[in-house]
């Protein structure tokens, strides 16, 4: 619920953690929901619960590029 994903750049959003990412993964979790799991340059992983019709809308698939937008209060310091 922290992690959304946009096809483009997003412009004069409040969430100032966006980052390329790559869908590594689809899965469907129920009839309502799928869990993307993507790729950062670095390596690292996220994952982003979104609606079915949220991925459906934007036509997401595994490989595609996307960005991520990450709310800064979501984030952890170790």
Known sequence: RDVSVALSRPVDSSILNILPATVAA??????ASVMLR????DGSALL??????????????TGQTVFAQIKGAALLRS
Do not use: I, K, M
Request: overall charge neutral.
């Open 26 to 31: 689809v899965h469907e979790e129920d009839a």
């Open 38 to 41: 993507l790729t950062l340059p």
């Open 48 to 61: 982003a619960r979104l609606t079915r019709r949220s991925v459906l809308a934007l036509g997401l698939q």
